[in-house]
């Protein structure tokens, strides 16, 4: 199950380093112990957790941690909320998904749920929950909040086996060595960098959690800790770039996904990390993997993401072109549903294809189809576009209202191209009527998670396309 080979490091390797984070050094042993307390502690204060779902939003990433595997490992599922929800958000979140506990850094007036803060855990004292033996690889672990870039969030249910088989294809994939040191870029209150650090910690290798998520940051962790695995965003990854560091020779493996990378910026990654292999992966959070690409190896188109990942069957509906993926991946439903099952098959949203040799290539999602003039287009396609040029650090492409064409295709960027040079750009290489309208912004609206809120971002080009910003 997840979270039991801590207490086989513990036994085995107790004084070697599991978690590093700002001053902190926990050992294996210490990891254990803090977990098997925390459990006790939550159980005394709320009764058994045996599949009893309890979020919690904590601003301490170590915090988070013991949290996280205190309920697993006690047959909960975890639902780890972002912290930085405002209390209306959460507690749209908690209504929806409706956990039986919710705990918080401070006391959350207002809960939907039943609520308790953290120090009103650390102060109880009891027993521990369900042994292992009484739950096994197709019950409940964990709760994961979708990004909510196009819409609601809402908390997606999975299985021990869902990640168990995840982590068993990436060994098959991914070329990791004994004892590596692998720094997570992200907040663990994201599935993909939370999964990272269970997947990391599940093989006895050693996680480094940030202190600050700026790119000098992110390159002062690299060098100080000699890290020698990256897991990052692309978003990430493209900041560090755009900051002038020296190489960084220890780092070997960069792992990324979450949204796309572009091939066209792997020169300035490899100057940066010349030892790496860089690996993008393709999923998402109902999903888990689908396929992934090797780009200091495999040359690919921007629209490509690499061959299916093993395990995972793929295919086009004939009808919309919406991408159809089967594996043992498959998440088992949402928060609030009458009843969890792992689908057979899911569809993803996203417009794709897979080649002869096996290879996957997304052209758009969708619910990112605008339709424009009688035409479908599709806003990844246009952002690959933008963001292949020099100078643009990011875009995002999106459909406005507009009484003649239906959709206008609206771009907001983020660069030192002038509009001018920038639609030059694009009519060499889109068709007339896939040209977006541009408009230059200091900074686009973030999630969290990494990726560009798409909500905001349309808000914010209406606002300056009427010159309020």
Known sequence: MIGQSIARYAAYVPAQTAVEYSDYSISWRELHETIIHRQ????????????????FALQDPLEQLYMFFAIVSGGGIAVPVDEMLNSNATAVLLSSSRPSLFVADSEAPG???????????????????????????????????????????????????????????????FPFRDHERVLITGK?????????????????????????????????????????????????????????????????????????WFPADNPKAFLRFPSAALYEFYGSAETSFISALNHREEQASSSCTGRLFPMVEASSCPSSGELVVKSPFLFSGYAGEASFHSPRAVATGDIGSVDEEGFLYITGRQSEKIVSRGRNVYAEEIEQVLTSHPKVKQAVVFGVHDPFQGEKIAALYTGSPAVSELLAYCRQRLPAYKIPACLQAEGLPMLASGKTNRLEAKKYYKALSKGER
């Open 111 to 173: 809960s939907p749920v039943p609520s308790l803060t953290l120090e009103e855990v650390t102060r109880a004292e009891g027993q521990p929950s369900a042994p292992a033996a009484l739950f096994g690889e197709t019950d409940l672990f964990y709760g994961a909040c979708t990004s909510g870039s196009s819409g609601r969030p809402k908390i997606c249910l999975r299985s021990h086996r869902s990640w168990l088989k995840s982590f068993e294809a990436e060994k098959q994939l």
């Open 40 to 55: 006790e502690q939550l159980c005394a204060a709320a009764g058994t957790l045996f599949q009893k779902q309890v979020a």
């Open 188 to 260: 663990l209150s994201h599935s993909l960098f939370l999964y990272g650090t269970v997947r990391m910690l599940e093989y006895g290798h050693t996680v480094v959690l940030p202190v600050r998520h700026s790119p000098r940051g992110i390159s002062r962790m690299v060098e100080e800790k000699q890290v020698t695995v990256l897991y990052a965003v692309p978003t990430m990854l493209r900041w560090l770039l755009s900051h002038s560091f020296s190489p960084s020779p220890s780092v070997r493996l960069i792992i990324t996904g979450g949204e796309k």
